[in-house]
């Protein structure tokens, strides 16, 4: 059965679905469009194409829909698209998604169509990514093991055909469908409910409208084979959630969750190390509120907790300084902040980027410098944090602002605190702060997160905010920036705390807690 028509006419499948109705909202004008939705789907708003109510296990209503729309090309949409649902609903799942789609190859087959199955990223187990088109297949649950076997029912025919597999796709689905992760950020958030985000999983989240810009790419230059389809930016799902709900200005309540295999890790280690402290004559901490939170877990360690804090080498020469470490700091305008950290989303450097433009106000001429590598690849990981920070300084308009130092060593964290105004440190958890002893044993003035890390380990030496908000960040900045006298309270106060974490002093704390306990065992 050949058609001879000349207008290309299209048929969809899931056409009420997140991708199928962006599919139709960017369909080229010379096309005559055809779809199909499922029974149980409502259709409370128009659509642009032509669309009758199938369900494409039913062989005997397809191949109506076929005689009535006649199609060149068939993109095949219609799936139950969640992985728990299909987990659980093994035999429903492999009818639609699998018995569906060899219904739509043997029609395309008789009514001479070409076909676009659209697939998933699980095909693959996530592992070991980037992924090419020609990585081998290798899914991790069933939903990825029937895209898998419908993939090889379309390879398998004798049809022009284009694969496409998307990877996390977002937004804002057609009336009655399937809910994706931006929706249901965004809703919670605005009914006030916070929301937990894991930071280990990365994905490249795909708007649905850029996936279907693939696909009538790949249809209008008559493409086959496989294609990945995936956004610009690797983010972590962490990331990415802060960046809707930085959109939608909702960002205060999204925080770190963790995944169950993490949650396990954590409560596995928490009880070795508990295990082992019960075992042991003293326990060693290294702030009052750890040894508070130790206290919370197991109140019979009370009386076997040391507090001993971590420290720093006390640079008593002229410290030793890369060229170009020296060039850059030395080429910063004043006055300069400086946060000494590496990148990760506990560390808070989105906030500090939110606060720059009320200190900007002020100061025009201020510089925030980091001690990140911009320039060098580290991992995945670490590079989608510096693509995340570049992102918002630059959407800030703080971009010649921020200056990215690089990987320092213990002499030049010396020699960048020492020419430095402000030592500004907003990260929301530390099982002790290095970074402050640091600008302690520099004579550098700290402003500190507001929490009890930072206050056991700078006291009356640092200024103190709420990291979750920009603007106390910015305030407790500019309470130091041009006030000599409170920057000399702070620094004298800084001159009596840096004792406590030198070297000498904590070792010298370590050989009398040594002592104490082999003369009382």
């Not at 395309?108 to 076909?115: I, N, Q």
């Not at 390879?155 to 399937?178: F, N, Q």
């Amino acid at each position: 059965m050949r058609n001879t028509k000349t207008s290309k006419r299209i048929l969809l499948t899931g056409g009420t679905g997140l991708l199928g109705v962006a599919i139709q909202q960017l369909a080229p004008e010379n096309i005559k469009g055809f779809s199909v939705y499922f029974p149980e789907r409502s259709l409370p708003t128009s659509l642009p194409f032509s669309i009758l109510v199938a369900d494409v296990t039913d062989r005997k209503r397809m191949k109506s829909v076929f005689e009535w729309a006649m199609p060149d090309v068939v993109i095949h949409t219609a799936a139950i698209g969640s992985v728990d649902f299909a987990e659980i609903n093994r035999e429903h799942t492999r009818k639609v998604n699998v018995g569906g789609t060899e219904i739509v190859v043997e029609l395309c087959e008789t009514f001479k169509s070409r076909l676009v199955y659209i697939s998933s990223n699980a095909v693959y187990d996530g592992r070991n990514p980037l992924y090419s088109e020609i990585t081998p297949v290798n899914p991790i649950n069933y939903y990825g093991h029937l895209k898998v076997e419908a993939e090889n029912i379309v390879h398998k025919s004798g049809l022009p055909w284009a694969i496409i597999r998307p990877i996390l796709m977002y937004g804002w689905p057609y009336p009655c469908e399937r809910e994706n992760p931006v929706v249901w950020w965004v809703r919670s958030l605005e009914n006030g409910k916070p929301i937990k985000v894991v930071d280990n999983v990365f994905s490249k989240p795909l708007p649905a409208w850029s996936c279907a810009e693939v696909i009538w790419a790949v249809i209008r230059q008559n493409r086959t084979g496989i294609y990945h389809a995936a956004g610009r930016d690797h983010l972590s799902i962490y990331q990415f959630a802060l960046r809707v709900g930085e959109v939608f200005n909702l960002d205060s309540h999204i925080t770190v969750g963790y995944s169950f295999l993490k949650r396990f890790r954590i409560d596995f280690l928490r009880r070795q190390i508990l295990s082992s402290a019960k075992a042991s004559k003293a326990v060693i901490v290294q702030t009052e509120s750890m040894r508070d939170r130790v206290k919370k877990f197991e109140p019979s360690l009370s009386g076997r907790i040391q507090v001993i804090p971590s420290g720093y080498r006390t640079i008593t020469t002229n410290p030793t300084v890369r060229k170009d470490v020296e060039e850059k700091i030395l080429a910063s305008s004043c006055p300069r902040l400086i946060y000494v950290s590496y990148p990760s989303e506990h560390k808070n450097h989105l906030n500090l980027l939110r606060s720059l433009p009320e200190m900007i106000k002020i100061w025009p001429s201020l510089n925030l410098i980091l001690t990140l590598e911009a320039d060098l690849y580290q991992n995945k990981r670490y590079d989608s944090f510096i693509e995340e920070i570049r992102r918002t300084s630059i959407s800030l308009d703080v971009g010649k602002n921020v200056v990215f130092l690089g990987i320092l060593t213990p002499d030049e964290v010396y020699y960048a605190l020492s020419n430095c105004d402000v030592m500004v440190f907003p990260s929301l958890a530390e099982s002790f702060g290095l970074g402050l002893a640091e600008a302690l044993g520099a004579g550098c003035p700290i402003a500190a997160s507001n929490l009890p890390y930072a206050h056991d380990v700078a006291n009356g030496a640092a200024v103190y905010f709420d990291p979750k908000d920009p603007g106390s960040m910015a305030r407790s900045c500019l309470s130091l920036l041009g006030n000599p006298l409170e920057i000399e309270k702070l620094k004298s106060e800084g001159r009596r705390l840096k004792l406590n974490y030198s070297y000498d002093n904590i070792a010298e704390r370590f050989a009398r807690g040594f002592e104490s306990y082999s003369v009382t065992a």
